[in-house]
């Protein structure tokens, strides 16, 4: 089977998306599938390199590593529909979802959705009126989406949103699969302490370790001010928060007015193929996004047998037992009441970090390509029919 995935967000730019569609790659190969992907380049040049066909950029960014295009008749194209893909499957719903759609009804082939988006959350990046924003999504999401012969929903709470727009379109739950073996990796402790020194950070103290995008949807912000009510009871504690984006200098100087630049440090944008080290440089995961759709780093913190300690949020139903591989947290008061037995018991950290790494085993890559490929004969099959 020929696949060919479009993605607004792919390699350099690391976010949950770029992983779903490295992992899907991943999978779908290892099965003897052949699979191309679509995305928006960064400059005004269109190339093809390795499967990847990078559509050239030109139109204005909508937020920082974003890239967005309106050259919806690129050469290109014509390269694709000679290639005659079996499965074409989106996973964005906005500027690459033109390409998708085209090429699906150039070649009568079914047009797979994944929607990794929590509508709602983005609104912060457009609009200072949530009441407008909800409105626009509700009204334009199914009919952006109304053409996709199925929908694939990594968590309910993404089928409980599109459910609430009324989206009208075939639905399932197949969560994002990971790469488990890469990140059950051992940390060598030399390896692990010469992090932590980087950061002024010694072998003995407990770390708390961040990993996203520093956007405002994910509200890293709101995990400080958690920080620095929680240090005023265990002072010794620290922060490592792993990631970039456009609210890094605000969040550093953030930390800095609250005089945490000593406990509270930030690693900027680190390569994928590394960033399995920085979870198990760490003892303790924690979030406070409420934009999660699967909370993909929420796993991988799983896998790399750290307990979580998150945001409670729904995106949280697939991953999180509360007790046994984490706990879940809204006020001041539960993110302590949460950490501090984490912090002062070793022997609890490493029992739940025990029952983190087995709670994982449902994301697994092969999974995901058994999920994925029912879907995409299933929607084959329904296709044949209707030509």
């Not at 490295?22 to 190969?29: D, P, V």
């Not at 950070?201 to 995990?223: A, I, M, Q, T």
Request: aromatic share 10%.
């Amino acid at each position: 089977m020929k696949i060919l995935i479009t993605t607004e967000f792919y390699l350099p730019f690391q976010c949950g998306v770029t992983t779903a569609v490295l992992n899907e790659r991943k999978c779908l190969e290892s099965k003897g599938h052949e699979v191309r992907i679509l995305t928006i380049n960064e400059d005004n040049e269109s190339r093809y390199e390795d499967g990847v066909y990078y559509i050239r950029s030109n139109f204005p960014q909508l937020y920082k590593d974003s890239y967005a295009t309106i050259a919806f008749n690129d050469p290109f194209l014509k390269d694709i529909y000679e290639w005659r893909p079996d499965i074409v499957h989106s996973q964005c719903e906005f500027f690459t979802m033109v390409y998708a759609k085209k090429t699906a009804r150039k070649l009568h082939i079914p047009l797979i959705h994944t929607c990794h988006t929590d509508f709602d959350s983005y609104g912060v990046h457009f609009t200072k009126s949530t009441r407008v924003w909800k409105w626009a999504t509700s009204t334009f999401i199914p009919k952006i989406l109304s053409k996709a012969d199925f929908i694939i929903c990594p968590t309910g709470k993404v089928y409980e949103l599109l459910s609430r727009y009324d989206v009208k379109n075939p639905m399932k739950i197949i969560p994002v699969g990971l790469d488990l073996a890469h990140l059950e990796k051992v940390l060598e402790a030399d390896e692990r302490n010469r992090i932590r020194a980087e950061y002024g950070f010694s072998p003995d103290d407990v770390v708390l370790v961040s990993v996203c995008r520093l956007s405002e949807e994910k509200n890293v912000g709101e995990s400080i001010t958690h920080f620095r009510s929680l240090i005023n009871d265990r002072p010794a504690v620290k922060l490592l928060i792993v990631g970039d984006g456009n609210q890094k200098e605000i969040l550093e100087q953030m930390a800095a007015d609250l005089g945490l630049s000593g406990c509270v440090r930030f690693a900027g944008n680190v390569a994928m193929s590394e960033v399995w080290k920085y979870y198990k440089a760490g003892d303790i995961y924690i979030s406070s996004s409420m934009s999660e759709i699967q909370g993909l780093t929420y796993i991988e913190a799983l896998a790399c047998s750290l307990p979580i300690v998150c945001r409670r949020d729904s995106a949280l139903d697939m991953s999180l037992i509360p007790g046994v591989n984490g706990f879940d947290f809204t006020t001041d008061e539960e993110f302590k009441a949460a950490l501090i037995p984490l912090i002062d018991d070793e022997e609890m950290r490493t029992g739940m970090g025990k029952a983190a790494l087995k709670s994982v085993d449902k994301y697994s890559l092969e999974n995901f390509a058994s999920n994925l490929l029912e879907v995409f004969s299933r929607a084959a099959r329904e296709k044949q029919q209707t030509v």
